[in-house]
Every structure is written in structure tokens, then in C-alpha cells.
């Protein structure tokens, strides 16, 4: 028996005046799985995620929730997701656990507010007024919401903006420790590296469309299979010889340093066994592998920070 | 139905009070005004005759308590704009919160501190206006609920469609401000000329004005019925003119 999807989104499509947000917009979220869609800002990430949500209404296609309808089903939607809003804010002279407090009452099953707070390095400011907060504390305080009411699915968006790099990854952490709880978890980022460590599976979505939907792997396989391999050796012999390795396309040197390009996941191996047949001996080897950012400026034409 | 009502009251209370500047502004400033006008009109008044003197101290208690009405509703606008632009409304959107019940609980929030202020007002008041302790303290209190309620309706109605924070508290100046002036509060209805009249039978402070000016002068209830209705009539449209009319961000 095949598991229905926690989330399915097919061929939405949500319109801002005569501006297309999100076009023919469709894929799955499978159970205990961490999604991203990932884009630029502007691209459509946010306004699908709302739609999911049940903040808004796409003006065509369906969504369907864990079987639920996000928009007709609402309020028993609610009870079973989790929502961390972009730019979400809470009253600035609200204490850390008077807001984890009224939150818990608002849903009939909820999780024990002082050892999620806990669990996310907060107890110390259970005290503290929400304005005293800092961004990293403030982010784990939404996350501390979102997981009240022990959801199934938990909706991120654009979590780690404007966070320091150590905290990015403090947070990191904690979405896989919801990942291992069992539960789905469905984010946006624009941050590529993010999505590269942190996903299952990523859509990229550009001007409100997907364009691929793949595990970060295998899009870096199928869209940049090239490969490159720099080394150095003084073995004067070695250019030749790796211009005739099969899947090597070229060859560059400066100085002693070899720059060797070629594609396909073969071709570092073919370029270790070239070197260990002629015995060329090397004092630096690294491959330089292609990455999420490198799909992106491949299948769109420019850079997501651009 | 409204799940969390009386947890978000309560915080909301106690967010209010950790705002200094806020108690200062909502309680002090009319108890302030209060004071200030009862000593130089009192002192004034009882120069003259006894008779004067009572009829002062009613305008001014009345003016008073408008003024609190006002602040109060002033101040529901601003919150609420204040939160919906950052974001606030937005987050308590994604939850069971319904947009009713975070109108409500900022209405209780307002009449809470109306009432405390009232209450101060009539312990400071009572060395200024001895007479003000003959009133009924339990009709006018009621009076001045159902008021002040209904005012807050019209409020969080403008509430619900301003667009910003800066533009929300002068457009509800603007409107609320120009309706003392002709709610029959200084100068009765009456005498305004034919089409402020008008204008003003269609303001819901003009029967505010009308009923607690006549519960403080010992009129009864029932020669206020025409009064009584036009306020909760304006509670119940404005209200569900909000409630369909709310926006979150």
C-alpha cells in the first residue's frame, strides 16, 4: 500500500491584481520528510506556503493536507499543523512563557510549554519581554509555537533569515530534532547551503513556477554532472596522460597545478586510477563538486542573489 | 467559540500596565483633567450659587467620562493597527484565535481600564463634587458601559479597515473629535442648526451623551429607550461590519 502524501498541492495558481504570484504550481510532501522550496525572495515561495496553510486562497487548483481541505477544513487543520510565519512578530512586552501559555490554551491537545522551551534553549528567558529578544531567541520562541500542539506537519518559512551563521545552525539542528520526532516538516529558504543540509527533497520554484523537484543530490546529478578535479604534482608526464582519461573534457596547468574538468560521477575514480597506474605522485588533491547554488544559476540563468 | 478569550484579556491587561507611558496617558491624564477642572470650576461655581455649582459638576463628570470613551477608543485603533502591521495579527491568525475574540478581549481590556479610571475618578472627584456621591454610581456605571461599548463598535470598525498605524489615530480623531461638538455634550441638539441636526441624530455619541446626562440627573431608564437602542443598535452593525470587514495584514 502506497502512503498518501502528507501534502498534496496540484496546479495552484494565485493571482495579486494582474501580477501571476504562483503558476501551475504542483507537488508532494511525503510523510517524515523535509521539503524546502527553495527560490529567490519574490519567486512565490511565501504565497504557496500561505496557501497550504490556509492563509490564503489560491484562485485555481486543490490542496489537500494531511486529507484535509486548508481552507474549508480550517480550524481542524489547525489543531494538527504547525506554522512559523515570515516576518511574524508578538506583542513586544509579552513574557517568553506567557505567550507559550495562551498559545497552549488555544489548542485541545498541546505538549508540555516549560520542557519544549527547554528542549529549544529558552528556559532561561522564560521571563524574558519578546522585545529583549534576540533574532536567533526570537525564531526559537516561533518554533516553540509552532510545536505546542504536537502537529504532524510544521510549515517554516524563511526560517534562518537574518540570523548569524552559528545560530542558523543551532536552528538547523533543531528542525532535524523535529525531523526525528516524527514529524513532516515543509520550509522555504532562500539560502541554498540551507537547503543543501537540510532538506530530503527541494523544489525549486522561480517567477511563482516549480522548475525541478528532486533530493538535493540528485539535482546536482542531473542538471551539473560536470566534475572537476584540481591537484599538484610535478610529474611533467601527467598532462598527457589525463587528457586521455575517457570522461575527462579538459585540461588546464599552471605551474605544477592541474586543473582537470571532466563530467559524470565516474570520472573522479578514472582520474584516482590514472594516477595510481602511472605512480604520478601528488602533494594536493581536491574535487570541487557542483551544489544547489550551481543548479539554480544553471536552470535559471542567473544567480539566486541576484 | 471564543477559545482563549480570557487568557489573552489577562495578557493583554498585563501588557498594558508594562507600558508606563500607557497607564500614565489612559488613567492619570483624565483623573488629571478631572482634578484640575473640579477645582478651578467647582471653586468658581460655589462663589455663586449651589445651584450652578451642580449643574457644572454634571457637564463636567459627563465630559469627563466621554473623554475616557474616546481615549479608549483611540487607543483600541492604534493597538490593533499597531499589530496588524507588525505582524502580530498575522501570527495569532494561524492559530483557533478568531478575529472576534481578539476584538473582545482588547474591548474588555478597554472597559476594564474605563471603569478603573471611573472608579478613581470618584474617589478623587468626591472632595470636588460632593454631590457626585448622590448620583446613582451603579445606573451611570451601566450607562457609561453600554456608551462606551458602543462607541469602542464604531471604533473597531475603523479599527478593522485603516490601513497603517499613522494613519489610523488622526482618522479616528477626525472622526470622533468633530462628534463631540455636536453630540448635545456643550450645546443641546436642539439649538444646532437643521442639517448639523441631522448629522448629529446619526452620531451614536449624541445618544451617549444624551443617556449619561440623563442617568446623572436622575432621569429613568425608561425615558431613555429611544437612546438605549440607538447604541446597541450601532454595537451590533458596527460589529458585524467588522467581523466581516477584518483584515489580518
Known amino acids: 500500500m502506497i502512503r498518501q502524501p502528507v501534502v498534496q498541492v496540484s496546479g495552484i495558481r494565485k493571482l495579486y491584481g494582474a501580477t501571476v504570484a504562483v503558476d501551475e504550481v504542483s507537488f508532494d510532501v511525503q510523510e517524515g520528510e523535509i521539503f524546502g522550496l527553495i527560490g529567490p525572495n519574490g519567486a512565490g515561495k511565501t504565497t504557496t506556503m500561505e496557501c497550504v496553510e490556509g492563509l490564503r486562497v489560491p484562485d485555481r487548483g486543490t490542496i489537500s493536507v494531511l486529507a484535509l481541505d486548508p481552507v474549508r477544513d480550517a480550524r481542524r487543520l489547525q489543531n494538527r499543523i504547525g506554522v512559523q510565519l515570515q516576518e511574524a512578530q508578538l506583542q513586544k512586552r509579552v513574557k517568553v512563557w506567557e505567550a507559550v501559555d495562551l498559545w497552549a490554551s488555544l489548542y485541545p491537545k498541546t505538549v508540555n510549554g516549560d520542557r519544549l522551551l527547554e ?9 524574558a519581554w519578546f522585545m529583549t529578544l534576540s533574532g536567533g531567541q526570537k525564531q526559537r520562541l516561533f518554533i516553540a509555537l509552532a510545536l505546542i500542539n504536537d502537529p504532524e506537519v510544521v510549515f517554516l518559512d524563511e526560517l534562518t533569515t537574518g540570523l548569524d551563521p552559528q545560530a542558523r545552525r543551532a536552528i538547523w539542528d533543531l528542525v532535524r530534532g523535529i525531523r526525528a520526532r516524527g514529524k513532516t516538516v515543509c520550509l522555504t529558504t532562500h539560502l541554498m547551503e540551507e537547503a543543501e543540509r ?12 516549480i522548475i525541478d523537484i528532486d533530493t538535493p543530490g540528485r539535482l546536482v546529478g542531473r542538471h551539473c554532472p560536470e566534475r572537476t578535479v584540481v591537484l599538484t604534482t610535478d610529474d611533467r608526464t601527467a598532462e598527457g596522460r589525463f587528457r586521455t582519461i575517457p570522461l575527462v573534457d579538459a585540461v588546464s596547468r599552471r605551474d605544477s597545478r592541474y586543473t582537470i574538468r571532466g563530467r559524470g560521477e565516474g570520472m573522479v575514480t578514472q582520474v584516482i586510477d590514472c594516477l595510481s597506474e ?8 581536491r574535487t570541487v563538486l557542483p551544489n544547489l547554488e550551481d543548479v539554480f544559476l544553471k536552470l535559471t540563468g542567473h544567480s539566486i542573489r541576484d | 467559540m471564543l477559545r482563549g478569550l480570557g487568557k489573552l484579556t489577562w495578557l493583554e491587561i498585563k501588557i498594558f500596565l508594562r507600558e508606563p507611558l500607557g497607564v500614565v ?3 492619570g491624564m483624565p483623573v488629571l483633567v478631572f482634578v484640575v477642572l473640579g477645582r478651578l470650576l467647582g471653586r468658581r461655581a460655589a462663589a455663586r450659587s449651589p445651584d450652578v455649582a451642580s449643574g457644572v459638576s454634571v457637564d463636567v463628570a459627563v465630559f469627563a467620562t466621554i473623554l475616557i470613551a474616546l481615549a479608549a477608543v ?23 484565535l478568531r478575529p472576534e475574540t481578539i476584538l473582545t478581549a482588547h474591548v474588555v481590556v478597554k472597559l476594564v481600564f474605563t471603569a478603573a479610571t471611573l472608579a478613581l475618578m470618584i474617589v478623587v472627584g468626591a472632595r470636588y463634587y460632593p454631590m457626585a456621591l448622590d448620583v446613582r454610581v451603579v445606573s451611570f456605571s451601566l450607562a457609561l458601559l453600554l456608551s462606551t461599548t458602543s462607541i469602542l463598535s464604531t471604533g473597531f470598525l475603523i479599527a478593522s479597515i485603516v490601513p497603517t498605524a499613522r494613519f489610523a489615530q488622526p482618522m479616528a480623531s477626525l472622526i470622533l473629535y468633530p462628534m463631540i461638538a455636536i453630540s448635545g455634550l456643550f450645546v443641546p441638539v436642539e439649538s444646532l442648526p437643521t442639517a448639523l441636526q441631522t448629522v448629529a441624530r446619526l452620531v451614536p455619541l449624541t445618544y451617549a451623551v444624551s443617556l449619561l446626562k440623563g442617568i446623572w440627573n436622575g432621569s429613568a431608564w425608561s425615558a431613555h429607550l429611544l437612546d438605549i437602542a440607538a447604541l446597541i443598535l450601532v454595537f451590533v452593525v458596527c460589529t458585524a461590519l467588522s467581523a466581516k470587514l477584518f483584515r489580518w495584514e
Open chain 1, 119 to 127: 528542549q529549544l534553549g529558552l528556559a532561561d528567558k522564560r521571563d
Open chain 2, 25 to 27: 496617558g489612559a488613567i
Open chain 2, 74 to 96: 483611540l487607543s483600541l485603533i492604534t493597538i490593533i493597527s499597531i499589530y496588524r502591521e507588525g505582524g502580530i495579527l498575522k501570527r495569532l491568525r494561524a492559530t483557533p
Open chain 1, 278 to 285: 602511472h605512480r604520478i605522485r601528488v602533494t594536493d588533491f
Open chain 1, 198 to 209: 537540510l532538506c530530503d527533497r527541494v523544489a525549486i520554484i522561480e517567477h511563482g513556477r
